[in-house]
């Protein structure tokens, strides 16, 4: 049978179109941008405009409600001279390097223990994992509760014998912010560990195999081969734990409401008060940005170093 | 009528032009190899034919109409891919009719074609399967029936057979070639594989840096290259390329080679006329490895044949023939010799120089100087 | 491969290694089942016994006012309320963020155009970023068009902040299928929605649970916003448990307070339970990649 005839006399001459399909065409040229333009709006109005608004009203008085009166820098500069947010900036600095350094050392180690062929591996992971499911409030309020001054764990400890166990760090301001730590890392490191086993799964096993012959033993060949190879994760890892601490606000406000005083306050929470429970805007919008330099100050060379090590690799 | 003719077309993503002007053209139910080394821009030009990359200047036409701005679904294309790109989701059948279905053809319709490409294919029993349990073979049969189905214009092939082992790859290059005799269909084929395109071409445009570096018959591509390059890139092993000065007459130019003795030959050329402003410079001599044999007593008459004393490097039997490796003017020298003649590497042997086909290139630019 | 016979050191290192693994998972369980018996015992019980002493019997009395009387502020209905306002806000939320992610996922790994990869590496960075920066111009924005403390304004920021992931998801998912499948159907004669549909969609299984269990436990464990922008009326649950705990009138009741909490952690856990695969797959898309 022959192809040709059956196709002979099709003519495909765009210049042939009627001003309907062209208009169809036209239309469906432009399909993938105007299903995106929603995501347009969002980004260029909700993500950046909104940003470039905030910066805008941290340069004002506002207060309640916006006042478009231009006062420069005055909001940064009463903010730096603000107890309350230095207080909050040293909680953040121990918060996250103690919260960070914690959740990749217990995830780091509960990986490698958990990679060693564990029986029941899924199980014993899941346990690990599941607190990474629960909200921040529900985390808070059962630590909250369990680190009762009065009926917590040193109540227990009692009970079992150990009378001269003290454990108030909830009402003592120079320890409360360990106690969000506690909570903290209860609840992200097996986020880390997660990571980390998918990392060690995808570790090729031609290379451990090497390393062996090689005569390397176990211990050396995480410490010397595999873990350095994990250093992506472990630097993703690093940058989504930073987010999480320079974001965490609702863990205060469970666990410790801030309290005593503001002696538990992170700048999140200090943003929430003074931008809508405290009438103060202009200072709340500086705060903000003062936190949005922060997360920028993390993520810029990560992403500069990740584009890179894509277009080299 | 030419079938598809491509004019100018240039292609650029920004950061210089990948394809720098190709002008190509096909007559309906000719098979066009596109061949050349990977990152030439064959596949760029493939999807600039089927509407799936914009041309940057230049035209594409079909028959007498400019497609150049035309969708892809109107091109009336179909193409088989590398990875064959087969839906994940839909069965054999449904790939195959999958075209057919979108442009509306009647349900009844689509199962006689599927049916007509199954048997052309010999894939009926593998219809309600899904893409991910077949073999690679059979997964480039699906790929084929799915372009078959639609009976379009033209047939775009992207390297559909690098990613079948050695013994198929030899066994669907037959199919392919016995589909396009019955069907007399016009396909567009992109392959490295000088093999391939020897064999299957109508025509062949050997590519290089975006640029068509000759376009011809499968003969004149490998007995009449354009440069040193496309000698080169077809035939296997390649052409020798021996550096060596012009001597001789006007009337009777020849090429100095020195023999296994230590002594300067001259070899005649088989066009004087268009070397004689040449002699006395160096230039490169093509000759391909199957003009260098042993003595054979029919061609001892041949003006153009030298015997020639060669000093035999390595020996590597195939069992067809004998491929030694031997030296000419410093140069390693690929030789064809039929399987019984007795060569002893580290010895001289006496061969035989046919230059009825040799090729002469400059030795700065690679482009031919004998024509 | 035939294992070696353990030696003694090596079957004593492998039991430590499970003690070790065994305690660690103590801990992990130890704060959700503290909650859990907290929450069966009364008052009394809770002042004489400790954390870990067993309630005497089953007591569901404080699940019952957790649900449907403890005190939150000034109203005392429990949280039952609030537990369908958190569905009524994640369902259309989860659903739109989605559908969102999907399209521009498609779009931007098939039918890129000029700007696209700008555009994705715009949407990347806007996931990261603090929200803090945008929640008083959003505050702004809701109040201007009468969405304040409504569910659908609600929805409408969750939606915008969650777009930025569920896009990400999608494109690193489809990025990964093979370009030659898009172009096949292209020539084939499909268009943009019909390639969407028939083609693409059909192979995204995964990769929509993933981003749906992702969506749902974000939004469903969200407060932030939620004390932003919800009002009295339209808070979603977690508020309402943070309101219920430090509402003390009248003695603390630690057992409605866990009973409440774990009523709010509940559906999450359940998701994770059921689905916790995918859950660990949401987590670490994109994170561990080669
Ligand atoms: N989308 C693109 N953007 C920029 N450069 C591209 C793109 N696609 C292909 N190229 C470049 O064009 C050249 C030709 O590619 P291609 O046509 O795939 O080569 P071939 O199929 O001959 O191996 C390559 O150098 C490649 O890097
Ligand atoms: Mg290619």
């Known amino acids: 049978m022959n192809q040709q005839t059956n196709t002979a006399g099709r003519s495909i001459n765009s210049a ?298 | 009528m030419a079938a598809l003719t491509i004019e100018n077309a240039v292609k650029n993503y920004g950061q210089g032009d990948i394809l720098k002007g190709i002008n190509i053209s096909i007559e309906s139910g000719e098979f066009l190899i596109l061949v050349g080394p990977s990152g030439c821009g064959k596949s760029t030009l493939m999807n600039m034919i089927a509407g799936l990359e914009t ?204 023999d296994a003795n230590g002594a300067v030959q001259q070899l005649p050329v088989p066009n004087s006329a268009a070397l004689a402003s040449q002699i006395g410079n160096e230039v490169v001599l093509g000759l391909r490895p199957e003009k260098i044999t042993e003595p054979l007593p029919h061609k001892e008459a041949d003006p153009m044949v030298t015997h020639l004393p060669m000093k035999v490097l390595v020996t590597e039997p195939t069992g067809a023939d004998t491929m030694v490796v031997s030296e000419l003017n410093g140069t390693q020298v690929d030789c064809r010799l039929g399987p019984r003649f007795d060569v002893t590497p580290g010895a001289a042997a006496d061969l035989m120089v046919d230059m009825s086909l040799a090729v002469f290139f400059d030795k700065a630019t690679g482009e031919r100087i004998d024509r | 491969m035939v294992e070696a016979p353990m030696t003694v050191t090596r079957r004593a290192a492998r039991l430590g290694l499970y003690a070790i693994l065994a305690a660690v998972a103590f801990i992990y369980l130890m704060p959700v089942w503290v909650m859990l018996i907290t929450s069966l015992k009364d008052v009394e019980e809770i002042r004489s016994g400790n954390l870990l002493s067993l309630p005497s019997s089953l007591n569901f009395d404080a699940w019952v006012t957790a649900w449907g009387s403890a005190c939150a502020g000034s109203s005392c209905e429990g949280i039952s309320s609030y537990f369908w306002n958190s569905f009524q806000i994640v369902i259309p939320a989860v659903i739109i963020s989605t559908l969102l992610g999907a399209l521009n996922g498609y779009v931007l790994s098939f039918w890129r155009f000029r700007g696209s990869e700008l555009m994705f590496g715009l949407l990347l960075v806007g996931c990261f970023i603090p929200l803090q920066v945008i929640l008083l111009p959003m505050a702004r924005t809701l109040a201007f068009f009468g969405l304040a403390n409504s569910t659908p304004g609600l929805v409408l920021v969750h939606v915008i902040v969650g777009t930025g992931f569920t896009t990400m998801f999608f494109r690193n998912f489809y990025i990964g299928l093979p370009q030659e499948l898009i172009k096949a159907a292209k020539l084939d004669g499909a268009g943009f929605f019909f390639i969407f549909r028939r083609v693409v969609l059909p192979l995204s299984t995964p990769i929509i649970v993933v981003t749906v269990i992702w969506q749902f436990t974000q939004i469903w464990n969200d407060f932030l916003l939620g004390i932003v922008y919800s009002g009295a009326e339209t808070q979603p649950v977690t508020v309402a448990l943070n309101n219920l705990v430090n509402t003390s009138f009248g003695g603390k009741q630690y057992n409605v307070d866990m009973a409440a909490a774990l009523i709010a952690a509940l559906p999450t856990l359940i998701v994770y339970m059921v689905a916790g695969k995918y859950f660990v797959k949401g987590l670490t898309a994109g994170a561990v990649k080669g």
Not at chain 1, 101 to 125: P, S, T, W, Y
Not at chain 2, 145 to 151: E, F, K, P, Q, T
């Open chain 1, 16 to 313: 042939a179109l009627s001003p309907l399909a062209r208009l169809q065409q036209a239309l469906a040229d432009q399909l993938p941008k105007l299903v995106m333009a929603p995501t347009f709006l969002i980004i260029f109005v909700c993500i950046y405009g909104y940003i470039g608004w905030t910066f805008l009203l941290s340069l004002t008085k506002s207060r309640i409600l916006p006042v478009w009166k231009f006062v420069g820098f005055e909001q940064y500069e009463k903010l730096f001279m603000n107890d309350r947010w230095m207080v909050s900036l040293e909680n953040l600095v121990i918060f996250s390097f103690l919260f960070i350094a914690l959740c990749l050392l217990i995830g780091m180690v509960l990986a490698v223990l958990l990679d060693q062929k564990i029986r029941n591996e899924g199980f014993i992971r899941g346990i690990y994992l599941y607190p990474m499911a629960i909200s921040f409030i529900v985390t808070g309020t059962a630590w909250k509760w369990l680190m009762n001054p009065s009926l917590g764990l040193e109540k227990m400890m009692h009970d079992w014998g150990w009378t001269s166990f003290s454990f108030d760090w909830l009402v003592d301001p120079d320890m409360v912010v360990y106690t969000l730590v506690i909570a903290a890392v209860w609840q992200s490191s097996g986020f880390v560990m997660a990571l980390f086993i998918a990392g060690l799964r995808g570790v090729d096993d031609e290379m451990i195999k090497a390393a062996k012959l090689d005569g390397a033993s176990m211990p050396t060949i995480y410490r010397r081969i595999i873990l350095p190879s994990l250093k992506p994760v472990f630097f993703s890892c690093f940058v989504i734990l930073s987010h999480i601490a320079i974001k965490s606000f609702d863990l205060v406000a469970a666990l410790t409401g801030g309290g005593p005083g503001y002696a538990s306050d992170l700048p999140a929470n200090f943003m929430y008060a003074h931008a809508f429970t405290r009438g103060q805007m202009g200072l709340g919008a500086a705060s903000a940005m003062v936190m949005l330099g922060g997360v920028l100050a993390i993520l810029v060379p990560y992403l500069y170093s990740e584009l890179r090590g894509k277009k080299h690799g």
């Open chain 2, 55 to 258: 041309v940057t200047s230049g035209r594409i036409l079909m028959g007498d109409d400019d497609v150049t701005n035309v969708q892809p679904k109107d091109r009336d294309i179909a193409m088989v891919f590398q990875s064959y790109a087969l839906y994940p989701n839909m069965s054999v059948a449904e790939n195959i009719a999958f075209g057919l279905e979108i442009r509306k053809v009647p349900k009844h319709e689509r199962a006689q074609e599927v049916e007509r490409v199954a048997k052309l294919l010999q894939i009926e029993h593998l219809l309600d399967r899904k893409p991910g349990q077949l073999s690679g073979g059979q997964r480039q049969r699906v790929a084929m029936g799915r372009a078959l189905a639609r009976r379009p214009r033209l047939y775009l092939f992207d390297e559909p057979l690098s990613n079948l082992d050695a013994k198929l790859r030899v066994e669907m290059r037959t199919e392919i070639k016995k589909l396009h005799q019955n069907l007399g269909t016009t396909i567009v084929y992109v392959t490295h594989d000088q093999i391939e395109a020897m064999t299957l071409a109508d025509r062949i445009a050997v590519m290089k840096d975006g640029i068509v570096q000759q376009f011809g018959t499968p003969q004149e591509i490998y007995n009449d290259p354009n440069n040193q390059f496309v000698a080169g890139f077809m035939g296997s092993p390649a052409m020798n390329f021996i550096p060596a000065k012009l001597a001789g007459t006007a009337a009777a130019v020849t090429v100095e080679v020195t």
